[in-house]
Nanobody, 124 residues
Framework: QVQLVESGGGLVHTGGSLRLSCAAS????????MGWFRQAPGKGREFVAA????????RYDDSVKGRFTISRDNAKNTVHLQMNTLKPEDTAVYYC?????????????????WGQGTQVTVSS
């Protein structure tokens, strides 16, 4: 059974940075497309970023493009989300997800495994 554990969340001021990490176990990490999603209070879960199995392809939501960077280390079974120039609207619970498909997709339904989430709070 695949398990995903996020870490690195916290409280930061506007303009600050955080680096989220997600450690995977119980599956063949290099076979998964990996994604990050977030859910703000009172809102639905939304796509943030995704990365292909080989790291060749990345995809970002327009709201984070140029500020966030997704990366992965298949040797260490980890995926990261470097978040710079954070804004109060980035406040949310951030979830790591793994897809057994081949597409670097934004679709929530395409992701088969989810972590428990890590809170990111950006104060103004």
């Amino acid at each position: 059974q695949v398990q995903l554990v996020e870490s690195g969340g916290g409280l930061v001021h506007t303009g600050g940075s955080l680096r989220l990490s997600c450690a995977a176990s119980g599956g063949t990490f290099s076979s998964f497309v990996m994604g990050w999603f977030r859910q703000a209070p009172g809102k639905g879960r939304e796509f943030v970023a995704a990365i292909s199995r080989s790291s060749y392809t990345t995809r970002y939501d327009d709201s984070v493009k140029g500020r966030f960077t997704i990366s992965r280390d298949n040797a260490k079974n980890t995926v990261h989300l470097q978040m710079n120039t954070l804004k109060p609207e980035d406040t949310a619970v951030y979830y790591c997800a793994a897809s057994q498909g081949v597409a670097v997709t934004t679709a929530i339904v395409a992701y088969d495994h989810w972590g428990q989430g890590t809170q990111v709070t950006v104060s103004s």
